[in-house]
């Protein structure tokens, strides 16, 4: 650990406000390079079978540049977790009680399906680690998967109180849904022999979307009387 003491050391000599603030975009950039190819390393191996050395060769940084950012593994580990936890509220914010639910919920499906196929490396480190029992995953990352959930369930709640959709059970409408959206990524090839193709394209996402849309909105959204 010398090598890494002494980055943080020379780092912490030299630092002050400005330094910090003009460090800042090189400190994002490196972040960002080793979140990627982490991501694609534990998505492989897991965490238990990834290494830092490996880390920062695919990031292209000396591994002491990695443990100035990061203490261990582990923090990697969580950082990466955390970063797409957090990418999915772009694509619930589509749940919002001023729009209408058919355009609200096609949004998100879409939303979903989009992230998944272009995040496939962090949607299968998820499901991995939930298929794992979920022992690395924070109590933070839990209680703000709840708390979005909550906030979202009392949309849909609202919905159906005012007679647009359906009385349904929001937080197992939200499973359905995430367990549609995710699985043309966590199960590729599973996906791929059901349909037919040796690899999913854009156009088979659409065509999930669409599927998806229609199916769940043909029962959700409320009836005339």
Known sequence: MTEELNVRRAAAEKGHPSQAASDEPIRARNVLKILTAAVEIFSRKGLDGARIVEIAKASGLPKGNVYYYFSSKEEIYNAAI???????????????????????????????????????????????????????????????????????????DAWA????????????????????????????????????????????????AKTITETVLRGLLARPS
């Open 161 to 208: 109180a005012a007679g647009k959709i359906e009385k349904v059970d929001p937080r197992h409408l939200f499973i359905l849904l995430w367990s549609a959206t995710q699985f043309y990524t966590e199960f590729e090839a599973l996906a791929c022999d059901a349909l037919h193709v040796t690899q999913l394209k854009v156009a088979d996402y659409n065509l999930a």
């Open 82 to 156: 955390d970063r797409l936890i957090h990418s999915w509220d772009d694509a619930f914010r589509h749940i919002s009680a001023d729009r209408e639910p058919g355009e609200a919920i096609e949004a998100y499906i879409r939303a979903k399906l989009d992230h998944a196929r272009e995040n496939a490396a962090e949607t299968r480190l998820f499901a991995n680690e939930i298929l794992q029992g979920a022992v690395h995953l924070s109590i933070e990352a839990r209680d703000h998967m709840r708390t979005v959930t909550s906030e979202k369930a009392r949309v849909i």
